[in-house]
């Protein structure tokens, strides 16, 4: 399984962004969409104490929304990008 996860929904415009910008950092990432799941809706705010998406599990590194900076932090860290 991917080490980085995506709690997405088909109408989030930020959830969007974070799977295209790690598309293109050659990141590989599993998709969860919350839309119609209330489980990995509940999962989502389990692992980030919020509502809010995209949710972004980078190896245990729980970061909400698009948040370059702490992304690319979070992937350096992980050893998932140089």
């Not at 709690?7 to 969409?33: Q, R």
């Not at 809706?41 to 900076?69: C, H, L, N, W, Y």
Request: glycine share 8%.
């Amino acid at each position: 399984m991917s080490k980085v996860v995506v709690y997405s929904a088909d109408w989030c415009g930020f959830c969007h962004a974070v799977k295209e910008y790690l598309k293109k950092l050659g990141v590989a990432y599993t998709e969860k969409n919350v839309e119609n799941d209330l489980a990995l809706a509940q999962e989502a705010v389990t692992k980030s104490g919020q509502m809010g998406i995209p949710v972004v599990d980078i190896d245990g590194e729980i970061i909400v929304g698009f948040d370059r900076p702490k992304i690319d932090a979070a992937l350096r860290d992980k050893n998932l990008i140089l």
